[in-house]
C-alpha cells in the first residue's frame, strides 16, 4: 500500500484544486472526525471532472439539467478520491471545508468544524473500486498520525452525521475492508 503524508495541511500525493468554499476553524478546535462521503455528477456518472466543478463554483448548468437544481450550492470536501484512486485536495485539513451541513456526532452539533470530510467518487448501490479503498485507508493513516485525536473510532460516514438527511457512502461501502487495509497501513 502506498505511504501517504501531510505538510502544512495539504496531502502531499494529491493534485490541488482550491475551493473557495471554506473557511476558518473555531479557535482551539481539535480535528478529530474524518467523515466518508460519496459523491457522483452527474448522478451515477463517473469520471467526468464535475465534483470539481461543483467544488469550485463553475458549474455549467447547461450541460446537465441536475446541474440547475445544485449550482447554487457553496459546497467543498478537503479531498476526493476518484474510481482510479487519483487525490484531489481542495482545501488544507487546517481549515473548515463545508461538506457535512448540518450534522451531529458524538453529541456535538456543527461537525464541519472538528472534522476532515472525503468524497469518493461513487454511489450508495454501486461498489467502490480495490484503488479508492488503498487510498482512502493509506489517506486515513496519514491524517491519524498528522491529528492524534482522530481515531478508527471516529472515522464514519456521512449516513451517521446527518441521518435523516443522507445515505452516502451507502450500503455498497465495505467498511469491514476499509478498516483492515487501515490496520495494514498503520503496522
Not at 46 to 56: K, P, S
Not at 62 to 81: G, K, P, Q, T
Not at 94 to 121: K, Q
Amino acid at each position: 500500500m502506498h505511504s501517504y503524508s501531510i505538510a502544512n495541511g495539504r496531502l502531499e500525493q494529491a493534485r490541488w484544486l482550491a475551493s473557495p468554499n471554506h473557511d476558518a476553524r473555531p479557535a482551539d478546535t481539535v480535528v478529530d472526525t474524518l467523515v466518508v462521503h460519496g459523491i457522483t455528477l452527474p448522478p451515477g456518472h463517473f469520471g467526468r471532472g464535475q465534483v470539481d466543478a461543483l467544488f469550485t463554483n463553475t458549474l455549467d448548468v447547461a450541460r446537465d439539467a441536475f446541474y440547475r437544481e445544485i449550482a447554487h450550492l457553496r459546497v467543498s470536501a478537503h479531498l476526493l478520491i476518484a474510481r482510479t484512486g487519483a487525490l484531489t485536495q481542495y482545501v488544507d485539513f487546517d481549515r473548515r471545508a463545508w461538506h457535512a451541513g448540518e450534522s451531529m456526532f458524538d453529541g456535538r452539533a456543527r461537525v464541519n468544524d472538528f472534522a476532515v470530510g472525503i468524497e469518493l467518487e461513487g454511489t450508495d448501490d454501486c461498489p467502490y473500486t480495490p484503488a479508492q479503498y488503498r487510498a482512502l485507508a493509506g489517506v486515513s493513516a496519514a491524517l491519524m498520525q498528522a491529528y492524534p485525536a482522530l481515531t478508527r473510532a471516529r472515522i464514519v460516514g456521512h449516513s451517521d452525521i446527518a441521518p435523516q438527511r443522507k445515505t452516502d457512502p451507502g450500503p455498497a461501502f465495505d467498511w469491514p475492508l476499509l478498516f483492515d487495509l487501515l490496520e495494514r497501513a498503520c503496522i
